[in-house]
């Protein structure tokens, strides 16, 4: 029971810093080091939470792969990056 709670905590920690207002996409060792947690528990986190979790189609300028949240992406992205994720969403 306290590992689900651990599990519980953690999703929420990961999620929150992928919501942190200064970015639009995170990092997974930027996120790591926000939260204090290994870049594989992020990862971890990030692959159960699918439903929650967007990647970008575009790396980081270093070439690291970018994550957000969906609510996240919905309330920042631009109108013309919403619109091509749909079409990508059903074209894929």
């Known amino acids: 029971m ?3 709670a651990a599990e519980d905590e953690m999703d ?3 999620l929150k810093a992928l919501e942190n207002p200064q970015y639009q996409w995170r990092t997974v060792p930027g996120v790591a080091k926000e ?5 594989g528990k992020v990862l ?3 692959a159960n939470n699918r439903d929650k979790v ?3 189609s575009v790396p980081s300028t ?3 792969i970018l994550y957000t949240t969906r609510e996240h992406h919905r309330q920042h992205a631009p109108i013309f990056a919403k619109i091509l994720g749909a079409l990508k969403n059903r074209i894929d």
């Open 2 to 4: 306290a590992e689900v």
């Open 12 to 14: 929420e920690v990961v």
């Open 44 to 46: 971890e986190v990030i």
């Open 35 to 39: 939260v204090n947690l290994d870049p």
């Open 62 to 64: 270093s070439g690291e």
């Open 54 to 56: 967007v990647r970008s």
